[in-house]
């Protein structure tokens, strides 16, 4: 039952991992392509860490996948606003 | 184990490496150079990982990700701010289209004696001595990480050079001239982030270096990573990084070094050979051994990712041959505590740079 | 046999093809310098592949061992490569 | 459950190759930037699955220091970006 959902989960963050990465690729400018990262890609990573922390027998385990989603999370979150704010710095030439 | 799928994920792999390694080389734009080759190290991190290199990988995770990116695009950085290196770099001409050809076809037939001798050790009856001299005298060398007993005791000689090597890059880098100026504040959203990234680096760390004994990890590993925390500091734009001050940080440089001839000496006086620790004492020494180096190894990269001599160690030196003693115990006070010192930097720079 | 040691060890192989015709070729410095780490990290690749042993099996520490050191040993070096460059770019009337 | 393992990390490594295109064809240095992100969480990714597959649980702490230090190269980036303006 537990094997059942967490290849559930695992495959469902596939899906969102591919998604992002055709969302990358596909989408027509920067911003949007800003996107497709910090949407798909986290949640991605979160089903997957998911899927694999009910496999862990370990608490610490869990705890580390745990904060490594967080991790990718909050630096998903920055760099894509330095990289969006970096880029509308170019055009607007400040 | 050996599954059509993972022999596909290795010939992925394998593209993305040759591939990023081409393109990071052809290109004559320096920055995109650097992203290719951050991209590069990344991946690497991943061919470690399933080589069942894990040691390795976490080396490769802490520096690629965090010091030799930051330190290469600050490098272009430079280069770019600084137009002649570009219109020096101009002057020369491209190689003549034969030269380039000659070129190629010598780095084809070295790939070729390479390829042929990496070949030949793999049918070699040779190549098990050293890992079954490993195996068999592990349980002697007070650790249980391989990797560990490799580094800390059977080959102790070539980690106290290489400490020797990382100080003496370090002092060449000091003979060159001041550190860069500082990064301007990064902005509040990646300051926040810093605030608690850096505290979780420094338990990684140190983490690192307690399970080194027994799991992948030790003082290269978490003293890349202590030194990846300074380099977050220094990129959310603040001027103390955790770097002591003056004499601290001379002390702290060669900690490393220090600490391991100071063991090799006692147990050469003790009737012992240099640096052959006695069973019982091994475990102790090494993670003694393990702490100075780990500090000494993360300021050195700290330092080498600054460029120059630290203001730091200038100043502090400075002052107490000229100032009273009151006003040198500040400066040397203040970069232990992270996050007052920090807002504190962070005002001084901003005020600074307006 | 093991397919997984040679493919990565005979990559290597380019790899440090690759970084040494881009530094011979190279003229601009900062590339240089990335051709000289590239070379590096195909050495390293190499090592890492010979201490392989398969699946389940432990590796040959010693080869790790030395590419970790390799590592750092790698890193400092750039960096003192890289602060060369910039007080050689820093030299007053050089243009 | 070995095997689908694999299947996963050939599926994010081929996640990965996706982003690898939006590296090398830019075609912006932002772009490159962004794409080399995501490469960054598609490693983590396999490191994780690599690491339960292979029976190495060290890769996790791996996979830690890259999420840790996913930031620094965006920071990196356009930090420099905006000091060579300054100068």
Sequence with gaps: M????????????????????????????????????????????????????????????IAKLLLIWLAVLAAGAASAHLIARHARRQETGR | MNTPSLLA????????????AWAALATRDARRSVILFMAFGLVLALAWGRLLAPDVALAEAAIGAGLSGALLLAAVGGQQGARSGSAQNAGHADPQPAVRWAVTLLCAGVAGILGWALLESFDSSARDTLAQAVAANLASSGVSNPVTAVLLNFRAYDTLLELAVLLTAVLGIFALGQARPGYRFAGPV?????????????????????????????????????????????????????????????????????????????????????????????????????????????????LAFLGGRPQALWQATGAAESVPPAATATPAALPEDSSGAATHGVCKEEQSRC | MLTAQWLYGLTGCLVVALGLRAALLQSALLQRIVAVNVMGSGVFLMLIAVAYRGPGVAPDPVPHALVLTGIVVAVSATALALALVRRLHAEPGDG | MSELLAVSALILMFSLLLGLLRVLRGPGPGDRMLAAQLIGT?????????????????????????ALLAAVAAAAFTGQAREAKHD
């Design chain 1, 2 to 61: 537990i094997d059942a959902v967490s290849a559930g989960l695992i495959v469902l963050g596939l899906g969102f991992y591919l998604a992002g990465s055709i969302g990358l690729l596909r989408l027509p400018d920067l911003y949007s392509r800003l996107h497709a990262l910090t949407k798909a890609d986290n949640l991605g990573l979160g089903l997957l860490t998911a899927g694999l922390a009910l496999h862990s027998q370990e608490l610490f385990t």
């Design chain 2, 9 to 20: 994920f290795d010939g992925l792999l394998l593209i993305s490496i040759v591939s990023l």
């Design chain 2, 190 to 302: 990646f300051d926040s982030l810093a605030r608690w990234l850096v505290p979780l680096l420094i338990l990684t760390a140190g983490h690192l270096l307690w399970v080194g004994a027994h799991a992948p990890g030790g003082a290269f590993q978490a003293g890349a990573t202590l030194a990846a925390a300074a380099v977050v500091l220094r990129l959310a734009g603040h001027s103390h990084i955790g770097l002591p001050a003056g004499s601290v940080l001379r002390l702290v440089m060669v900690a490393g070094v220090a600490v391991f001839l100071l063991v090799g000496v006692t147990l050469l006086a003790l009737g012992r050979p240099f640096l052959g620790y006695p069973p019982a004492w091994a475990g102790t020494l090494i993670l003694v051994i393990e702490s100075a180096a780990m500090l000494s190894i993360a300021a050195t990269l700290v």
């Design chain 4, 42 to 66: 598609s490693g983590v990714g396999i490191l994780l699955l690599l690491g339960v597959l292979l029976e190495q649980p060290a890769l996790i702490d791996v996979a830690l220091i890259l």
